[in-house]
Each structure stands twice: as C-alpha cells, then as structure tokens.
C-alpha cells in the first residue's frame, strides 16, 4: 500500500510540473527527398518556481536527435552540440532559426509540408514531454522574421 501511495505521487508531481511547461510555435521546415537533417524550433516557457534542465531529445523521424546553439566564431556562425539545455524557473527559452534548435540527423524520410510528427523533450525533473510538430514550407522562417 505505502509503495501505492509513493507511487500516485510521483505520477501526480511529474503531471503537474508537465502541465507548468509551456510550448509554442512548434515546427520545422520541409526537407527535399534525400537530405538527411532538419531541425525543430518552439518556444518553451516554465511557469515553475524552479529550473530545470531538458537532457535530451528523441523521435522516430531520424536516426539520431541532438540539442544544437548557433555560435558565431570569426565572423562564420557553426553549429554546437549542446548535451543539455537550462531551463531557467519562471524562464522562457527560444528555440529558433540562427539559435537553438533541435537538429534531426539521418532522417529516415523527407519532411513533407503539412505533416505532423512527434518528439519527446526530456527532462531532468519534469521527465518525458510530448510535442507535435508542424511542418511548414522549405522556406518559413518563423513569426519573429
């Protein structure tokens, strides 16, 4: 019974700080047939009291999926794996074209507009997150653009 009730709270408690992440704007571009990568973008505010750190990335849509930031070195912009990304308390974090993002690697098919896929964000608290990403045209670039 004690194993129970531990249990119902930890289901309770990862529920709730779930529901204290917020996510918008999720999408990623269409790619041609054959290109092998692509990227996710949204923007992810915590309304919790504490921070928390996303750890890692999976989807069934590419072989392997990293979190990526945008550096700029000598006038050339390249990009960085990240293992993990903080997720300040009462914070917002922007994943977007030129910044962060979520870089699809081995694409097992092209990205076609109009589709939905899923990832899964985990995180080091607030555990595994589900979100449904929107295709858009090979050319969107985003609102803030």
Do not use: C, K
């Not at 392997?64 to 794996?81: A, C, D």
């Not at 995180?123 to 045209?137: K, M, W």
């Amino acid at each position: 019974m004690f194993r129970l009730l531990i249990a119902l709270v930890f289901i309770a408690s990862a529920s709730l700080a779930q529901a204290e992440m917020h996510f918008e704007d999720v999408w990623s571009r269409a790619t041609a047939p054959g290109l092998q990568t692509g990227a996710v973008y949204f923007t992810l505010r915590n309304d919790r009291a504490e921070g928390d750190r996303m750890v890692g990335v999976e989807t069934d849509r590419a072989a392997r999926v990293e979190l990526h930031q945008t550096v700029e070195e000598g006038g050339n912009s390249r990009m960085m794996h990240t293992p993990e990304v903080r997720v300040p308390a009462n914070g917002t974090v922007i994943f977007e074209p030129g910044g962060r993002h979520v870089m699809l690697m081995g694409l097992n098919e092209a990205l076609t507009e109009g589709e939905v896929f899923t990832i899964t964000l985990l995180f080091e608290r607030a555990g595994p997150i589900t979100l449904e990403v929107d295709v858009r045209p090979a050319t969107y670039m985003g609102h803030s653009h």
